[in-house]
């Protein structure tokens, strides 16, 4: 049976917003371990990725990968281990941003890791969720490779940042959503109102999330009741990250907001706030908090 849940869970400590490190916790499918962090990822962390079936953690400008190891998703190459300032990982391909370069291993029946020369330098954000990647340059142009290469002429200047879906692409300029791709279930035509004052954007499988105001917006598919955005969600979130079928945000207090897919209590958090970052998968769910074992 499928249920939907929209859960908010309190914190009962201080805001996390100064936070910039601490480990991983995780629930939903337990398919490959993806679920259980190993333990060098329990404190220390600065960014979490969920994929479809691996996980990425940076720490200390290294790259750690678990879960399914198919196609080499979690062997990370030597040039991922130091110097990295961003992950993403996707559909048993990953990502990681070095230097201005990205570097992609895993996965590449589509090009995945085909990295075309135009990334290799002067890239300052990168985002990848299913069979597609994204990179942003400096100066604002979108580069797109894999299973979807276009970029519109007004994602080509200008973009401040940049979130691939499944078959779908949000980007941010000068405060408004741009939105291309498949268009199925009206995951590409931005709702009005979020033409200005957006400050973050992220895009699932086949629906897609924005925040403004403090307050979460969703379009696209809503099998799952995944853009039936919770009462908690309307005002004083912070951060946001569309799944596949479900999403995860988490408010200025840094409590953690769940809905969509509940599949494999996916939505439905094992841990109180406070955390600093959200990264919801296919089927899990992933937050970074200073003190994982800190009580509620």
Same mark, same amino acid.
């Given at each position: 049976m499928t249920v939907s849940a929209a859960v908010a869970l309190s914190l009962c400590a201080s805001p996390a917003s100064a936070v910039t490190t601490g480990g991983v916790i995780a629930w939903g499918k337990q398919d490959y371990g993806i679920t259980v962090p190993p333990p060098n990822v329990l404190s220390g962390v600065s960014a979490v990725s969920a994929g479809s079936t691996t996980v990425l953690a940076l720490q200390s400008g290294a790259v750690f990968a678990w879960g399914a190891n198919n196609w080499g998703a979690n062997v990370v190459p030597a040039d991922a281990q130091s110097g990295v300032s961003q992950i993403s990982s996707g559909w048993g391909h990953e990502l990681a941003l070095k230097n201005g370069k990205v570097l992609a291993w895993g996965n590449n029946w589509y090009g995945q890791t085909t990295l075309p020369a135009s990334v290799s330098s002067g890239v300052i954000a990168i985002s990848t969720s299913n069979m597609h990647s994204l990179a942003l340059k400096q100066g604002g142009q979108v580069v797109s490779w894999g299973t979807r290469t276009d970029v519109p002429a007004a994602a080509q200047s200008g973009v401040t940042a940049i979130s691939a879906g499944g078959d779908h692409n949000l980007v941010l300029k000068n405060?408004?959503?741009l939105a291309w791709g498949n268009n199925a279930y009206g995951q590409a035509t931005v709702p009005a109102g979020l033409s200005s004052g957006v !400050? %973050?954007?992220?895009?699932?499988?086949?629906?897609?999330? &924005? *925040? #403004?105001?403090?307050?979460?917006? %969703?379009?696209?598919?809503?099998?799952? #009741?995944? =853009?039936?955005?919770?009462? &908690? &969600?309307l005002s004083d979130v912070a951060g946001i990250d569309a799944g596949f079928n479900h999403n995860l &945000?988490? #408010? !200025?207090?840094?409590?953690? =907001? %769940?809905?969509?897919s509940d599949f494999v209590t996916e939505s439905e958090p094992v841990t109180c706030g406070p955390v600093f970052a959200v990264s919801a998968g296919d089927n899990d769910s992933f937050v *970074? #908090?200073?003190?994982?074992g800190a009580a509620c």
């Open positions: 405060g408004g959503v !400050t %973050a954007i992220s895009a699932g499988f086949s629906h897609s999330l &924005a *925040l #403004k105001d403090g307050r979460v917006y %969703a379009w696209g598919r809503d099998n799952y #009741k995944q =853009i039936d955005v919770p009462d &908690a &969600a &945000a988490f #408010k !200025t207090n840094g409590d953690i =907001i %769940a809905w969509g *970074l #908090k200073e003190n994982p």
